[in-house]
């Protein structure tokens, strides 16, 4: 294993207005160049009538639409951006509810053999609808609301229909009623 300060400096492979491509050693990888570090939130959010939000959208890598949890980077557009308020500006975006408060669950890799992506699950509390959501600028959010105890069946529904899902579902959907160590949610 080589220790982190015998590690070569990265070479820089391309730059863009979003993302570098480096290569350290013999490995190539991807960096944001947005926000801190390529740090990300992921919001799990639960509305007052026990309906899962989740959010559509076109992702041209994937030439597809995808169904996904409020999600965006941390530090983008906000130099003081936290991951709370990330979260609760993503949610707010995207799915036209705020939250009353925010809870960080846990942050780990993305792709890890491929970027430097962290996500940051946070869960959303206390509900209220505050607007219609759609995200910001181009970003064409649609905004479903499915009762929790048909999450599952519905995501499988949508990707029999042709939609790609987001693996990170899973663990959103498990973490609405647990912490990331298995115990039960606090309310």
Same mark, same amino acid.
């Given at each position: 294993?080589?220790?982190?300060?015998?590690?070569?400096?990265?070479?820089?492979?391309?730059?863009?207005?979003?993302?570098?491509?480096?290569?350290?050693?013999?490995?190539?990888?991807?960096?944001?160049?947005?926000?801190? =570090?390529?740090?990300? /939130?992921?919001?799990? #959010?639960? @509305?007052? *009538?026990?309906?899962?939000?989740? !959010? =559509?959208?076109?992702? /041209?890598?994937?030439? #597809?639409? @995808?169904? *996904?949890?409020?999600?965006?980077? !941390?530090?983008?557009?906000?130099?003081?951006?936290?991951?709370?308020?990330?979260?609760?500006?993503?949610?707010?975006?995207?799915?036209?509810?705020?939250?009353?408060?925010?809870?960080?669950?846990?942050?780990?890799?993305?792709?890890?053999?491929?970027?430097?992506?962290?996500?940051?699950?946070?869960?959303?509390?206390?509900?209220?609808?505050?607007?219609?959501?759609?995200?910001?600028?181009?970003?064409?959010?649609?905004?479903?609301?499915?009762?929790?105890?048909?999450?599952?069946?519905?995501?499988?529904?949508?990707?029999?229909?042709?939609?790609?899902?987001?693996?990170?579902?899973?663990?959103?959907?498990?973490?609405?009623?647990?912490?990331?160590?298995?115990?039960?949610?606090?309310?």
């Amino acid at each position: 294993m080589t220790r982190a300060d015998e590690r070569p400096e990265p070479e820089l492979l391309y730059e863009g207005d979003w993302l570098r491509l480096v290569r350290r050693g013999k490995w190539e990888f991807c960096e944001r160049t947005h926000g801190r =570090e390529g740090l990300a /939130v992921i919001v799990i #959010a639960v @509305t007052p *009538e026990d309906e899962v939000l989740f !959010v =559509e959208q076109y992702r /041209v890598p994937l030439g #597809a639409r @995808t169904i *996904e949890m409020p999600a965006g980077l !941390v530090g983008d557009d906000h130099d003081d951006d936290t991951l709370q308020s990330a979260a609760r500006r993503e949610l707010i975006e995207e799915t036209g509810w705020e939250p009353g408060r925010v809870e960080i669950l846990l942050t780990g890799p993305t792709t890890s053999g491929m970027s430097n992506e962290r996500i940051a699950f946070a869960r959303a509390r206390d509900l209220r609808k505050v607007g219609e959501g759609g995200g910001v600028g181009s970003e064409d959010i649609v905004v479903h609301r499915v009762p929790r105890e048909r999450a599952p069946a519905w995501l499988m529904e949508m990707h029999r229909a042709g939609y790609e899902l987001d693996l990170k579902l899973w663990a959103g959907l498990w973490m609405i009623e647990h912490e990331p160590d298995g115990s039960p949610a606090a309310p």
